[in-house]
């Protein structure tokens, strides 16, 4: 059965190794990624995996999975940063404080569309003036919602999360596998 991952994100290419997925296709859907005027960060994810999904081309057949990677704080959204200096201010907000990190799932096969989100709180410690120049100078914070990625450099400064780690990665395995088995994808 084929199976398109509609994602150019490595993470989520490793994560689905980590579950016996290999993907027949990879293509990356290409949507505005622009939050709605007052959209809040949970229902802004599941539109995005839900837009990710439905823009990305299939075969009468074709399992379809797309997920996006919300980080927020309060209802403010954090998307990817485009420079090092709003790096530097996603970080400085987040700095000893709690967030969320959303991750929302959606597998498409033909007009039916099975979906879930998963929310994992994220606690992220005071950063020092050498901490944060530091990783900004890494560039790992590049292409990354909220500035980081807790499988790298900065998992160091994240000494506390309630849920899924994956769904902080990229995509929450569990739930992943779930809504693939119910689109009728065999996993092994």
Known sequence: MPFVLG???PRRLELLAQIGVVPDAVRPP???ETPLARELPRPYSSRMAREKAQAVAA?????VLCADTTVALGRRIFGKPEDAAEAA???IALAGRRH???TAIAVRR???LWERDVVTTVKMKRLSDDELNAYLASEDWKGKAGAYAIQGPAGAFVPWIQG???GVVGLPLAE???LLRSAGYPLP
Do not use: M, N
Not at 59 to 63: A, E, R, T
């Open 7 to 9: 994602s150019g994100s």
């Open 30 to 32: 290409d949507i505005d």
């Open 59 to 63: 075969k009468p057949g074709d399992i």
């Open 89 to 91: 201010s996603f970080l």
């Open 100 to 102: 969320r990190v959303i």
């Open 110 to 112: 033909d007009d039916k």
């Open 164 to 166: 899924s780690f994956t």
């Open 176 to 178: 992943t596998a779930t």
